[in-house]
């Protein structure tokens, strides 16, 4: 959904990891939803940039050519 209707990838992962914790915590339980929330926070970690980007609006979407 995120990505279709924005067309950013980066967007749809971090969409995606923010929520993954709380989708295992509801469907399975908090024990398995730790490790998820580590792993999320270890995937914002290594997508910070991304994150900056989408927030200065400087981020290529989908479908977009490439400046090179």
């Not at 924005?6 to 967007?11: A, E, K, T």
């Amino acid at each position: 959904g995120i990505v279709y209707c924005f067309r950013y990838s980066s967007l749809g992962a971090l969409t995606a990891a923010l929520l993954a914790p709380f989708y295992v915590a509801w469907l399975l339980n908090l024990y398995f939803a730790i490790p998820v929330a580590m792993i999320s926070l270890l995937l914002f970690w290594r997508h910070r940039e991304n994150a900056k980007r989408l927030w200065q609006g400087n981020e290529s979407k989908i479908g977009q050519k490439s400046n090179l």
